[in-house]
């Protein structure tokens, strides 16, 4: 293995991202993932970059046997 690819192989982490040269809207991302149970997380991009960021939260309530769940008798 050459110096130059061995140098690269070093740096590079999990997912093929160099670390030397991660973006900061990939740690953002991570972030934005992390706490996220049910959800969405959305990318922008314009002109090649990523300009923002969303995430959409939803909670889940667990299912009724009270009859509210859209049974009718």
Excluded: C, N, Y
């Excluded at 690819?5 to 982490?13: N, P």
């Amino acid at each position: 293995m050459s110096a130059s690819a061995q140098s690269h192989a070093s740096a590079t982490v999990a997912g093929g991202v160099s670390s030397a040269a991660t973006p900061d809207w990939i740690s953002l991302v991570r972030e934005k993932v992390e706490g996220l149970r049910f959800g969405v997380v959305q990318l922008t991009v314009h002109d090649g970059r990523v300009t923002q960021i969303e995430r959409t939260e939803k909670t889940r309530l667990p299912a009724s046997r009270d009859g509210l769940s859209g049974s009718h008798e």
